[in-house]
């Protein structure tokens, strides 16, 4: 049986998965690090002092009230149509709210205002990251770093875009530069242990995370980017060591329990992986990976019509999934329904994420 589980899946939402250390600590965090900064300095882009009255606003997007704060900065900008710091701020709410192309476009009038502001180019770099348009995040990058060289962001900016990429080499040079700045960035020791995972320099890749879990004890993302590589080096009781952490950590952080899940189907603890992924399922149904990692366990069970219901659910979720594909033209082919074994594969090479060895057993011909 060829089945892909857990973080093996030769598929864009596995590496997604595995990306969430870096890209996900990055972005959900990055944006909101330089707002405080800003407020806590008495920074500014454009002016050296903040007034009360916008300093509210930014309140309102620590918080979380991203419509009020879009409000209220919509007034200021009506007031003062070149006030680089309110489209700045109003771009951040509506990043917060998905509204990623309302953002650009107020981060684009804050470069137009101040072409010289790293910190315009650095938000829209980001943005730009969420929408998938890396080329452009790493321009972005580029500019911010052609204005002030030692823009920390902008390493990690451009490291996560390369690392997107797949250009790992590039991804771990920027890092190492953000590193050598500044020696506490926890995202960037993650982005590193990401980007030396993906070259399978485990070791590397460890030592990377032990490091930011020494500098955050905290962090979800440490534990469970260990877990992945300790994982992926059949570490598995250390691994799931890590991964008990991070869900002790955050009770709710899904890829913590596919990880786990994954590490207890190599053990061949099928119920405690089926427990795992449930748990996935509950917290997110849209959770297209956990329901084929589950069907794979039930497939592995002989279990086979839970095993083709959790590979439907999946595609139902994500009709561009290779990995369900292949795992449901597997226990087609288990079953000799070659037909729908063959047109699974199909889909699955079509999306160019198969299993090479499966593809050639499941075209030799078969006897009568």
Known sequence: MYFFIGFNFFDDYTVREKKI????????????IVLCVLILTGCSTSDQQKKSSKNQEIFYVIKGDNNQAISDYSKIIDKKPKDADAFIYRGTAYENLGQYEKALSDYTRAIEINPADVNSYNFRGNTYIKLKQYDQAISDFNKALEIYPESVSAYIGRGESNYAREDFDRAITDFDRAIG??????ISYIGRGNAYAAKEKYPESVSDFDKAI?????????????????????????????????????PAFVPAYTGRGECYSKKHQLDQAIADF????????SSFAAYNSRGVIYAMKGQYKQ????????????????????????TYYSHEEY???????????SLKKFNPLFIMDIRKPRGN
């Open 181 to 186: 700045i500044e020696p506490q960035s926890v």
């Open 278 to 285: 449930n748990k996935a399922i509950e917290i997110d149904p």
């Open 339 to 349: 037909d729908k074994a063959s047109e699974d594969m199909n889909k699955s090479e």
């Open 214 to 250: 020494e500098l955050a004890p905290d962090s979800v993302f440490a534990y469970f980017g260990r877990g992945t590589v300790l994982s992926s080096s059949n570490q598995l009781d250390k691994a799931i060591s890590d991964f008990d952490k991070a869900i002790e950590l955050n």
């Open 21 to 32: 250390n870096m890209v996900g600590l990055g972005l959900l965090n990055r944006s909101l």
């Open 307 to 330: 095993a083709i219901s959790d590979f439907n659910k999946a595609l139902e979720i994500n009709p561009e999934f290779a990995g369900a594909y292949n795992n449901r033209s597997v």
